[in-house]
């Protein structure tokens, strides 16, 4: 773990102002223009370029910048451009295999302490274990079948797109929908280009009616019209041993989503929701480990329990939760209604634009499933409200271990950004954020650390999560779990 002694740290120490600050800024944009074309090379090689759990590819120029300047307010730190830049060219030097490398902890570890070393010798020391070591991630890269193509089905598309890198890993081969209309193609292909919440889609689209397929990013995605799981031929479109990802809702159970599997093509069935019957459902970063390569059907769990887990996981471990209760403030979805009409559940059938609707939620019990330890524990419920993304969850928390604000929170702070749960929590000190901030974060959670309340033994702890997007990028996390892709990740201090 990175050092935080204020006192004896440089990483803590306070930068001279520039002398101009337009120059300054010129010169640090330059930097970054620099190292777009050798994050998208490494990329491409299988070595992944992070900035303190952020992947860096497909950023702008500005948002690369805009991460160096997060970093520098959360972490009161002095990371910037200047040092990740010399990181990243250090790596370029190298002949390194596949990998997770993240610049921005490789720089704060040298500028705490660079052991003696210059810039290329600190880097080759912590990264001297992929050097040289080109041992394919998977044997052949993993096909991939989408059985539905709502909200989820095209953003988790969006981001298998982004991170396909040259294709040896996670190949997405197909979609299975059900005919609409005539020009179903063209239509889903809008879809993907364009999105009312996240914007446009970042790349291309090549819409071809022949195959009925789109090429997207050079990817040919076959689209299949079947209404029943069990009947469709995937060995016709060149399809093998693939992991389908059930994103439909319709089944939920072993028996529902055991049809999947009557397909030789068919290995595996990852549901994108909670799994009912006993089976596993996974939250990553918690209990991924959990994974084995016998599991033939897995859950993803929710949305929410995604958020709240690893925040829950790591309050527990540090301070053990006696009890509590959770309440989300959650995004309209499409089980909901436009306007008034009959829904199964209770209050769910009024108008979702309109009203802030007051609901039952699982998220106490699907806790327990995740963390066995919480069970009995917690009680939940559910606002939805007049929003189409984002929501925010508020853990109360007893806990029987006493503390007090500042501890609590430099806590929370160390856990989003020196722990294991880094890719999954992060921590925000603004005063100012509302939820339409959290618009595309790809983490399962955000802490507001400016809302924290702590009092003796008695918490309260706001999270933030973008209910889509961030329950996408704990999928694709299962996803390359289920097909044996584990990237080493380095520096290997945190």
Known sequence: MVPTDSDNNPDKRSRAKPENYLENWIERQSLVESMIPVIGKWHRSNVRILLYGNPLMNLSVIEIMQLHRKVREVEANELSEYETSLVLAAIDKLDVGPCQIDIGILAAGFMFDDKGLSIDEFVHSQIEEVIGVHDPILDSPQDLVLYGFGRIGRLITRLLLEDSGAGET?????????????????????????????????????????????????????????????????????????????????????????????????????????????????????????????????????????????????????????????????????????????????????????????????????????????????????????????????????????????????????????????DQIDFSISTENVSSDFVGSKYAGVIDGQSTIFNDRNAIVYVWYDNEIGYCAQLLKVIKRMSGIQYRKLPNFL
């Open 170 to 422: 996670l190949k997405l081969k197909a979609v299975v929908t059900r005919q609409k209309s005539g020009n179903d193609l063209l239509k889903r292909a809008e879809l993907i280009r364009k999105d009312s919440v996240h914007g446009r889609f970042k790349g291309t689209i090549r819409v071809d009616e022949e195959e009925n397929a789109l090429i997207m990013n050079g990817n040919v995605v076959k689209f299949i019209n079947a209404d029943d799981p069990s009947n469709i031929d995937y060995s016709k479109y060149g399809i093998k041993e693939a992991l389908l990802i059930d994103n439909t809702g319709i089944a939920s159970d072993e028996k529902g989503l055991s049809a999947h599997l009557k397909n030789k093509e068919i290995k595996k069935v990852l549901l994108t929701a909670p799994v009912k019957g006993g089976l596993k459902n996974i939250v990553y970063g918690v209990n991924h480990d959990d994974i084995e390569d016998t599991d033939k059907i897995i859950g993803a769990a929710s949305c929410t329990t995604n958020a709240i887990v690893p925040v829950l996981s790591a309050i527990d471990n540090e301070y053990k939760i006696d009890n509590g209760h959770v309440e989300t403030v959650h995004a309209y979805t499409n089980d909901q209604n436009l306007i008034d009409n009959y829904h199964s559940k209770n209050r769910r059938g009024r108008a979702a634009a309109l009203n802030m609707v007051l609901t039952e939620t699982g998220a106490a019990s699907a806790v327990s499933q995740v963390l066995p330890n919480l069970k009995g524990k917690l009680s939940a419920n559910a606002i939805r409200v007049p929003t189409p993304n984002v929501s925010l969850a508020i853990l109360k928390l007893y806990l029987s271990k006493s503390s007090n604000l500042e501890e609590f929170n430099e806590f929370l702070k160390k856990t989003a950004f020196h722990s294991l749960l880094k």
